[in-house]
Each structure stands twice: as C-alpha cells, then as structure tokens.
Nanobody, 115 residues
C-alpha cells in the first residue's frame, strides 16, 4: 500500500550539495517516522537521519551539522539536504517509513562523492 520513491541522487565532487526527496504516492495515511538510510559498498546499511512527527530529528554523528532532514507537514514526503559532501558519504540512500508497525522502503538513489 505504501510506495516510497526517492530522487535527487547523483555524482558530485567533495564539498558539493545534494537534496534528496522521498515521497509516497499511494496512501493518504500518515507514515511516521520517516528516515534516510545509506549503504556504502561493502558495509552494512546505516541510519543517516530520521524525522518524527512533531519535528524531532536524529542524525548519525558522521553527518551531524552537514545534513538536514525535513518533512512536508501535510504529506508523506521527506527531504535530506546534504551539504559539504565527503567521499565517505557515497552509497545508496534509501527512504524508510513506518505505517501500522510495518517498515516500507524505497528502491534507493545512488549518491557518489569523488575526491
């Protein structure tokens, strides 16, 4: 029922910025929380940032101060503004959301940061 679709990834140089978007286009129900994960080559998937209704946010230490997660207050849409990108930020960024106790995932969008 929930379909999350990410967009905004790309290949950039270190220091550049990208803005990722994740949106659900299939359900009117509120998805909470919504979060961004990433998986780098050869590494486990890790939580990057999470947004809870009400405005509470959580960030991985590696992106604190550089990334900002935000959400459209009326839609199941979440954004990830990524500034000062580093090569270590490279990976597949996936959007996740929870609805009625179940986790839903998008297909992911590739972010590649070169030196």
């Amino acid at each position: 029922q929930v379909q999350l679709v990410e967009s905004g990834g790309g290949s950039v140089e270190a220091g550049a910025s990208l803005r990722l978007t994740c949106a659900d286009s299939r359900t009117p129900f509120t998805i909470n929380p919504m979060a961004w994960y990433r998986q780098a080559p050869g590494k486990q998937r890790e939580l990057v940032a999470a947004f809870y209704l009400g405005g509470t946010t959580k960030y991985d230490d590696s992106v604190q101060g550089r990334f900002t997660i935000s959400r459209d207050g009326a839609k199941n849409t979440v954004f990830l503004q990524m500034n000062s990108l580093k090569p270590d930020d490279t990976g597949v960024y996936s959007c996740s959301g929870i609805w009625r106790g179940n986790s839903y995932w998008g297909q992911g969008t590739q972010v590649t940061v070169s030196s």
